[in-house]
């Protein structure tokens, strides 16, 4: 049974994908985990089921990441759920890894297209952070979800890519301000991953599956399970000392 000495990671967008990897290994490292989801509330239960089977307490709540709007409201539930099961409102580490694909041609990409991407990879998580600082502890870690779309361009994602620079750099800005709290704040740069995410895109086409596994030294696609523990080192003690550091988790891709 969870003792309430553990810390509590939050991760935004734990349900699926990447999200969930993060959060299952962060509870084998025998953190509690609260996760987010946008709609599919039996997906994250699934989550949570499999959490708890840890041994380490878990919940999840609603968050739409690209309505700042919202997070007033989303802070108070967490609030209530913080103070129930731990008297105190207070958590560890949080993950900023909720969010969306867009591929476009830059020459078709909306206006429409390009703001939704950026209040959901930036504006969301620049106020969501903001919002969240007086729930961190001190000495806690912060870890963003850039993408290698930030350091090498592949045509169609210019302003997912864009916005992912945007998030690395950022980062760098949270490590110097939060620092004299002792909070940490890192990115991780995932490679392609054989997710659902962009409509399974990754995993389900077998040409794009086959041209990236060819350009990675590693020689496959990267699967969810190859990034989770990356995430659960960089807000352990192990990674104490590493800050203000983007990390790709790519197999050396490009």
Same mark, same amino acid.
């Given at each position: ?18 999200? @969930?990897?993060? =959060? ?33 307490? !878990? ?32 958590? $560890? ?44 502890? $001190? ?19 210019? =302003?997912?890519? =864009?916005?992912? !620079? ?22 991780? !740069?995932?490679? =392609? ?5 962009? /409509?399974?895109?990754?995993? $389900? ?9 060819? $350009?990675?030294?590693?020689? #496959? ?16 003690? @192990?990674? /104490?000392?590493?800050?203000?550091? #983007? ?8």
């Amino acid at each position: 049974m969870a003792t309430h000495n553990n810390k509590i990671a939050l991760v935004t967008g734990g349900s699926r994908g990447l999200g @969930r990897e993060m =959060a299952l290994a962060l509870a084998s490292d025998g953190n509690d985990v609260i996760i987010t989801y946008h709609t599919n509330q039996t997906q994250a239960d699934e989550v949570v089921g499999l959490i708890k089977d840890k041994g380490v307490s !878990a919940t999840a709540l609603q968050l739409d990441s690209r309505k700042t709007e919202t997070f007033d409201n989303f802070f108070q539930t967490l609030n209530s759920y913080l103070k129930e099961t731990y008297k105190e409102a207070k958590f $560890d580490y949080l993950i900023n890894n909720g969010g969306t694909a867009l591929y476009a041609p830059f020459e078709k990409t909306t206006e429409e297209q390009f703001d939704e991407i950026i209040n959901i990879h930036f504006k969301g998580v620049y106020f969501l952070t903001q919002k969240a600082l007086p729930f961190l502890n $001190d000495n806690g870690a912060i870890v963003n979800v850039s993408s290698g779309l930030a350091r090498f361009s592949l045509p169609g994602s210019s =302003a997912y890519g =864009a916005t992912k !620079a945007a998030v690395d750099t950022l980062t760098r800005y949270m490590a110097k301000e939060l620092g004299n709290r002792g909070i940490r704040a890192n990115t991780i !740069a995932p490679g =392609a991953i054989e997710t659902d995410f962009g /409509g399974g895109h990754v995993r $389900d086409n077998k040409e794009v599956n086959l041209h990236i596994a060819n $350009d990675t030294p590693l020689g #496959r696609v990267g699967l969810p399970t190859d990034i989770g523990g990356v995430v659960a080192f960089l807000c352990s003690p @192990r990674a /104490g000392w590493i800050n203000a550091q #983007r990390i790709e988790v790519s197999g050396g891709i490009y």
